[in-house]
DNA sequence: AATGAATGAGGTTTCATTCAT
DNA sequence: TATGAATGAAACCTCATTCAT
């Protein structure tokens, strides 16, 4: 039950928000009682913070094996990343809508175990650059934080129109992000 | 009176959300009561539709003048594009947050209104690809939708971490993505 | 209107008690709305706390007066204070039941306004006491502090049982409780 | 268990208040479950009706006994009344101010077995000042039926603020408080 | 141009109670 | 004897909106 009301909010925070959602909306789409979310849920915020933890847990845990794959070099990670986030749209795109957007509804409590999470995640691509800038698969003059933010802005930003049942396929968006992010669009 | 209005309504949205900012909020931070409000506008919506009107046709038009400056190159009317919406972020950061983050909020009468602009800003960067792909300055066989897509990412995603009083200059990081987008990042 | 509320609220918290009151029943018993009363009160509480404010600020006012009053003894200073206490039953029993009996459910910031000024009362009486002791109305062996609680019990109790408007009057009562605190019942 | 309960809830009433105190809150603070309460009483009413109940019996008891002692008088039966009251305070303190602040809460059939049985109390009361009368111990021209609220004025409200943890013991106030009743306060 | 009083629908949350196990 | 899941009514409170002035 608990997961079936998790996973339901889910839907409905993403098609309508986090606020514009109510409790009886969500009780009322798996045919229970208000009482019933009670009985799981202390509160409205606790589901959000529940949505925002298993999120960013699992996307860290997915990054965390593509990182410690030493068969792969730097560029093979990085592909390997985007092409991640990509696929995930279709399982986690709306889990991914609500993070980003509905961070602010949180409590300052939840808010200072969610941001070093996200922020790790940030993080570890940088280090995926510095990474390849040393090995010398990336240029070694590259401002390494913020092309990490323009890697995850291209990424990130897919999840507000990438249609995982659209005539184009996660991977090969993937691939054409990948391709443009390593060797830019010029001739 | 009503620009004051707006002026704080974009400032409060920004901060706390559409459905999270209240009528009483707005009038309470410059002064008035709820009265006022309503003497300027009919209702909360149609105040958000102002905001969003008034920001994406602020866009186009910026765009516009960028785009029919013919003494510049593609790559150059690229690289004045992202100058463009990095350095708004000062000034109209808060509204173009509000316009990504609520247009869930408007109504179906002002999205026919509003959606079609938005995906014009986008389409005139998917022209921009294919002019640059015809004059030989961009890579003949990019997938211009998706490369459009990628780079209001890279932009768009700026609006959520950059700092314009940060240590870093939105001209700098214009540059830096502008370079990443056409030269990519391996050696 | 917030007078009318206030009154009606008085009635009810005695009647029924103040969380078994809801807000429904006070808007209901005055023909107004639920936002009418968060128009004039921002919270149950405020309301209680208007209460117990008027109430002892009440109290505190009619006890100046007497025992600023240079023409009485101090045995008629009591008898003043008790007759006081029982002639306001009519008007102010209901107020009295609701200060005694709800206090518990002001915040704490409440409680710290509210509780000096029912000491104060009270210390007053143990003054009174003291100053009997030393121009030689009352024995100079009293407990003044264990008196004054008896006279207090004495008096607020009255406020259970003594009914106004039946046979016996306000000053009956209080010069029967005047003669027990000041000759005892003893031949 | 039933006893476990009805103990734990006696506290939480006195400290809490009945309304205020849910059966949540009962079942948490002894560690089970509200199954486990709905096994032993049927209603939250039951449960305040049998600590009523067994509050009024005791103290009914416990006057009896004093006023069948033929070797005590009258004086000393109104001593040991107050004596009683006051050291009944330490173990019976909570179910004493459950007692009176709460009968509001009891169903109307509850009520008319309780009411009875407090009035029993007074009336006895009553009826030992009457006697004290006749056998001359007492003045002849006391109104004993306001005398005797009087008098559990003075015992009943020491409810409100006696500590039996304090620097005066319960007999001392007793002792204090007849002598006062008995003697009153003037020289 | 602006106010202040009032509305009413709907929000989140609490809670006594039921019942199958 | 006790649990845990679920209910549904009602609680406090918020808020966009209206309207007479």
């Known amino acids: 039950m608990k997961e079936k009301i998790t996973e339901k909010s889910i839907r409905l925070f993403d098609q309508k928000g986090f606020s514009e959602t109510s409790i009886q909306d969500i009780v009322d789409s798996i045919g229970v009682t208000k009482g019933t979310f009670y009985y799981y849920f202390s509160s409205k915020e606790e589901l959000l913070m529940d949505i925002h933890l298993r999120y960013i847990d699992d996307m860290l845990d997915n990054q965390h094996e593509i990182l410690g794959d030493d068969s792969k070099s730097s560029k093979e990670k990085l592909f390997a990343i985007v092409q991640m986030l990509l696929s995930n749209i279709k399982t986690q ?3 991914a809508k609500v ?3 509905e961070m602010r509804n949180l409590s ?3 808010l200072s175990e969610i941001i070093p999470k996200r922020d790790q995640f940030r993080l570890n691509i940088e280090k995926l650059i510095e990474e390849g800038k040393q090995n010398g698969e ?3 003059n590259l401002n390494s934080p913020i092309i990490a933010f323009g890697i995850l802005g291209v990424t990130n930003w897919s999840y ?3 249609n995982p049942d659209g005539s184009i396929s ?3 968006v993937a691939e054409i ?3 443009m992010i390593l060797k ?3 001739i």
Chains 1, 2, 3, 4 share one sequence.
Do not use: H, Y
Request: no cysteine; charged share 40%; aromatic share 24%.
């Open 170 to 172: 996660d991977r090969e």
């Open 99 to 101: 993070f980003f957007r």
């Open 160 to 162: 507000q129109w990438f």
């Open 138 to 140: 990336f240029r070694a």
């Open 108 to 110: 300052d409590e939840s």
């Open 184 to 186: 830019g669009i010029e």
């Open 177 to 179: 992000f990948t391709e």
């Open 93 to 95: 795109g709306a889990s």
